[in-house]
């Protein structure tokens, strides 16, 4: 058994950086949830929808807004 892991110095360090990471992820996550629903909040919301289908159609006309 190698003493390095056994030291309570060590364990502390271990479990800080464990923690560190975990924070990394878990922002990382929360950011990709909330973008996602930004994300669906524009392009499905009905008008912006509906916009986007205009442009679709017809690409080379600005959209009237109707």
């Not at 060590?10 to 800080?16: A, D, P, T």
């Not at 923690?19 to 990382?28: A, E, H, N, R, Y």
């Not at 949830?33 to 669906?40: K, P, T, V």
């Amino acid at each position: 058994m190698d003493t390095e892991t056994k030291t309570p110095e060590n364990q502390v360090l271990k479990s800080k950086k464990t923690l560190s990471t975990g924070k990394i992820v878990w922002f990382s996550i929360l950011g990709f949830i909330g973008c996602y629903i930004l994300w669906s909040a524009l392009f499905y919301h009905p008008s912006a929808y509906q916009q986007r289908q205009d442009w679709i159609n017809n690409p080379g006309k600005p959209n009237s807004g109707q």
